[in-house]
């Protein structure tokens, strides 16, 4: 997203003393926001450290972490608002779209009106102070999660400096390895049709996968990894094979390859997404 602050160089300055001189920075995301900043040119990455930075999305999902963590929802669940600010970013998207012939996906908050961007950017900050209040007193009775979180604070930086380097790919390695994990998976289709004796069976029909065992005399309780597992069989083997070379080959492999720009991949790491406690990563946040 392109910062407005870059274009008006007056408030770039203005920012740049406001965030100087702050103690303490409270967001909700903190690295997706510090890292729009420093591109922004308004903070300097060596003036941030953990002690400095609050985050109510690692407040949320410390305290539960199974709770959507998006802004809105936890303003509503902690505070008891609403807001409709939200919609009507959406329908100025339509109006934007529809004026420059592009598709709603396309639209980013640089082509949207300053009246529209204005009260959902105030009311973003608005939330994410109060949820502050609220949420830290919550965190705090728990000694714990109280170093937890200051754990997570130093967490952000650190992923904010490796997605900040970017991971250079050997494409041609990649290529290579592609068009080698296709080609097995292929085989391996091949192999399991052979196995059932029809040339038209979907490996990925668990209804069809059932009826082979069926005929082969098995009893298959399910279709999935472990169910699979648990037969001593060479189709069961055999699926599960596909399986795995397809996740290599789409999964990775290919899902590298698409990210890449320039033979450079940029990451996000989902510091508070998944509920396991890992982190999960995908394309750079826009």
Known sequence: MKSRVVELPEYREASKTFLAEAQ?????????????LILAGVIERDSISPDRIEDTEALAHLLDEHQVKK?????EKYLGVSTDEAEAIREAKKVVAKERKLKLSEITFDMLPREVLIPYSLKDAEYT?????????MLEQYPDLSQLYRDEMELTLVLLD???QTMKLDMEYLETKAKEYATQALLKELEIRDMVGDEDFNPNSP???????????????ATDKAALRDVDHPLSAALVELRRLRKIHGTYLLGLIAEQ????????FRQHGPKTGRMASGGREA
Do not use: C, T, W
Not at 24 to 36: E, I, M
Not at 129 to 137: A, D, H, M, R, S
């Open 71 to 75: 802004l809105k929802p936890l303003a």
């Open 207 to 221: 209804k069809q996968i059932l009826e082979a065992f069926a005929s082969l005399g098995v009893e298959l309780r």
């Open 129 to 137: 102070l109060q949820l502050y209040y609220k949420l830290k007193p």
């Open 24 to 36: 303490s920075l409270v967001f909700h995301n903190a690295k997706f926001d510090l890292q729009k």
């Open 261 to 268: 720009r320039d033979g450079y991949v940029h990451l996000n």
């Open 162 to 164: 490796m997605e900040a």
